[in-house]
């Protein structure tokens, strides 16, 4: 076909320039593009680009789900670990271990002539702090009010775990919750198994008002004098010590005796133990702190019971970290609180819980 160039089945036509030299610059241009147009049109048609499928949209609810899954995995994978790998005892365990499924009731040692701390009401009832503490450990240990036992103690008693019932019988405890201050020396005695602290106290004196005795800041102002003191006490040998001269008794209510008659010039013993003295009896008492520097911790003894150690711990551990369980705080204002009015500027106890770290007991499977 004239006019235009075949290649293949695609025909292009293209606009020849003039030859010779009657072809103008015009007419050389319109023929170049011309051409370029023509070899354009001889390419094929580009290929239409594929379609691609958009990237799959972020599942949340099935990550979570997953997540969610793998923990349950894993923690179970723990729990068989600890469980068949010998890890730390549970409740049940320890329970088991300590015996308190067996026991019906719950026999306790405490002291009896101590307002605040720990007496025997002339109507039957026990009162003071050491009462309500012994009340909430039994609690965890799943026994009622009524299933617990108290039986008065004498100092020297507290390490043996004998105390004495209405008849004048000896009678074996499973706890002793009687102001029992910890000691190394008390520690490294056989049947004494302290558990952690649950009351801080310091030592102090009370003096008979109508005496008229001078002030007392200082150990050392009562050198020459009478004291009483409770025999086994962490006081005696801080008297001794000053010089002073010591009568010792089992029961603070015989050092009260004393005092009344002029038997003795002073008491010192725990500011906790006197201050119920001096708050049931204002105008009787005066009550002088000393400004010691150690500090009297209380802990109750489980003989040498570990398990039953662990379970108590637990139930101190409970109520120091959990902000919901305010039986320790309940007991301080009803019975330590109301006797501060009395007792003027002499502390009486810390009026906080001692820090108590978590025994290592599983309460749950994955622990």
């Given at each position: 076909?004239?006019?235009?160039?075949?290649?293949?089945?695609?025909?292009?036509p293209v606009r020849r320039r003039m030859?010779?030299?009657?072809g103008t610059p015009e007419d050389i241009a319109v023929q170049d593009v011309a051409e370029r147009e023509a070899a354009d049109q001889r390419l094929p048609p580009p290929e239409p680009e594929p379609l691609v499928d958009p990237p799959p949209r972020f599942n949340v609810a099935a990550f979570r789900l997953a997540a969610l899954g793998l923990a349950l995995v894993l923690a179970l994978g723990l729990a068989v670990v600890r469980v068949l790998g010998g890890g730390p005892p549970s409740v049940a365990d320890l329970r088991a271990q300590a015996g308190v499924d067996n026991w019906t009731v719950l026999p306790?040692?405490?002291?009896?002539?101590?307002?605040?701390t720990a007496f025997h009401e002339k109507d039957g009832r026990w009162t003071g702090f050491d009462i309500e503490i012994a009340y909430m450990i039994a609690e965890d240990l799943g026994f009622r009010r009524?299933?617990?036992?108290?039986?008065?103690m004498e100092s020297e008693d507290r390490a043996r775990m004998q105390a004495t019932d209405a008849k004048g019988n000896r009678v074996p405890v499973k706890l002793v919750i009687a102001s029992y201050s910890i000691t190394a020396s008390r520690e490294a005695m056989p049947g004494v198994l302290f558990s952690d602290p649950y009351l801080y106290t310091e030592q102090s004196v009370l003096t008979l008002h109508s005496d008229n005795h001078r002030p007392v800041s200082r150990l050392e102002e009562l050198k020459g004098e009478t004291l009483c003191t409770l025999s086994a006490s962490t006081s005696l040998q801080a008297l001794i010590d000053q010089g002073v001269t010591v009568k010792s008794r089992n029961r603070i209510s015989e050092c009260i005796d004393d005092l009344r008659h002029h038997r003795v010039n002073a008491i010192s013993t725990d500011a906790a133990i006197l201050a119920g003295y001096k708050?049931?009896?204002p105008k009787d008492f005066d009550h002088w702190d000393l400004g010691l520097d150690q500090t009297e911790a209380y802990g109750v003894n489980v003989g040498d019971n570990d398990a039953l150690r662990k379970l108590v711990n637990l139930t101190l551990y409970r109520s120091y970290a959990d902000p919901k369980d305010s039986r320790w705080e309940q007991a301080y204002a009803e019975n330590f609180q109301t006797e501060v009015d009395e007792?003027?500027?002499?502390p009486i106890a810390v009026a906080s819980q001692p820090r108590v770290t978590r025994p290592d007991v599983r309460e749950m499977p994955w622990e």
């Open positions: 076909m004239p006019g235009s160039e075949t290649t293949g089945r695609f025909t292009w030859p010779g030299p009657e306790i040692g405490v002291k009896d002539d101590q307002p605040g009524e299933d617990v036992r108290f039986y008065g708050a049931k009896y007792n003027g500027r002499t």
